[in-house]
């Protein structure tokens, strides 16, 4: 099953997203760690020069491993020397073009700075330059050059927010464009043989460029040898169909990487018809997996309608052709199967909390939260119910019923009662509307951490440990 996670988790996956994924797993999963690392060693050396990256992946790789690897000294070597010339080239650019004042040179010096860092791990330099070249914008293409590369670094750096304002503010400038201008070279060919190797003309831009710059290039290198500018029509496909999905999935991951628990979660907007404009940075699988915990997440008496509404969507379903697990949990949902839905559900915690978005505190207090949830849902179907229907309902021991049951009463989530003599529970219709729905999660989390203090605390006192205030 943990093997089914990690390959779950990393297989669409593509450069760094794939790199911080693995890296996560192996930080946080000690039976996938040698394989994480080891997947994350070679990817760090195949696309990158972050040699700091490497260090961290081969000492997780080596923690505690029987057949321990040699640190590869002559890459590290090589690639500090490339990084080294590389960026004291592109400083001298910089201060040649201050010198001279070229505004767009110099905001073009700073975009290969950030492309620079980027490709060497140093995510916070990389971010401080795209901002930097924001102050030399001339264009709406040159907004959008900058807001694409800085909303993505954000997004890694774990920043979420930032990068959520960033996808916003890309999604705006697009909305403004009736065609993206991309500079292509003359020959379809010969476009495809640029982005393969990383590199472009430099006669395009008159002055030596970096292969890290290569894309930023021949966004902006209008008017060279043996390049033209297209509309959208005479490409393959809409080129809003390729920049806008992608953007609306980094801002899904801000949101839910920003996301409190104790509210509700982001609503997911699905475009798995699009997905291979995102599907390097996260698996299409996911999203739909985030919109199945969004819509049981919502207050019992939104539930019914936010699930059929999802189960309904032509791009979850879509979404979902090669993996119907997240279809199955809905299905047993709406004919209020609650016991397997969550027994669906559970199969996937493990995965959700090697989720680097997610985590595995979020995932046990989401998964806290569905479960309260629907079992309000449940009891709210009924005026009196056995203890021991409950539990068969849902599938758990009668004692794991009686405590969950009462835990939801005592925070005030639930109006009803225990009638203990009779072992079931009465529900109180006057209480029903005395408190909103939207109370539910936040009083079961003061509950849950009421109960974990008591817990601790009795665990204390048993091994005699006194705490001195």
Known sequence: MAEMALEALVSTLEGWPRIQQLLYIAEHAPALRQTAAKQAIQAIQACTSA????????????????????????????????????????????????????????????????????????????????????????????????????????????????????????ESVVQTLPTIDFVVPGQTDAWRSVLAQGSTDPSARGEPTTGSAAISALFRAGGGAGLRRVDVDER???????????????????????????????????????????????????????????????????????????????QFRCATESDQAPREVLQAFLVSNFSRTLAILARYTDAFALDRILGKERTEKIMHAIMSRL???????????????????????????????????????????????????????????????????????????LRQRTTLAQKMSAANVIVRR
């Open 51 to 170: 040699v700091a990256l490497y260090a961290h992946a081969w000492k997780l790789y080596n923690t505690d491993a029987a057949d321990p690897i040699a640190f590869d000294e002559a890459w590290k070597e090589a690639v500090e020397a490339r990084t080294a010339q590389d960026r004291t080239k592109l400083y001298g650019e910089l201060r040649m073009y201050q010198n001279n004042t070229i505004d767009e040179s110099i905001r073009m010096a700073y975009h290969d700075l950030g492309r620079h860092y980027w490709h060497t791990g140093e995510m916070e330099e990389a971010l401080l330059h795209f901002e930097k070249a924001r102050d030399y914008f001339s264009t709406n293409e040159h907004a959008l050059e900058m807001y694409l590369s800085a909303m993505e670094v954000a997004l890694y750096l774990g920043q979420y927010a930032t990068a959520v304002a960033y996808a916003d503010k890309a």
């Open 236 to 314: 393959s496909g809409d080129a809003h169909e390729k920049v806008l999905p992608r953007i609306n999935a980094v801002r899904m991951l801000g949101e839910w990487g920003d996301a409190s628990v104790h509210e509700r979660l982001p609503t997911v907007r699905l475009d798995a018809v699009h997905a291979s404009a995102y599907a390097d940075m996260a698996n299409p699988i996911q999203f739909a997996w985030y919109a199945v915990l969004s819509a049981l997440h919502v207050p019992p008496n939104e539930q019914r309608q936010r699930v059929s509404e999802l189960a309904e969507d032509a």
């Open 375 to 449: 079992l309000v849902c449940y009891l709210n179907a009924f005026s009196r119910c056995s203890l021991q229907g409950i539990a068969t309902a849902f599938g758990w021991a009668l004692e794991d019923t009686v405590q969950r049951v009462a835990l939801l009463i005592r925070a005030g989530n639930l109006a009803a009662r225990i009638d203990w003599h009779a072992q079931v529970v009465e529900m109180d219709e006057s209480y029903a509307t005395s408190q909103g729905p939207d109370t539910l999660w936040k009083n079961v989390c003061n509950a849950m951490a």
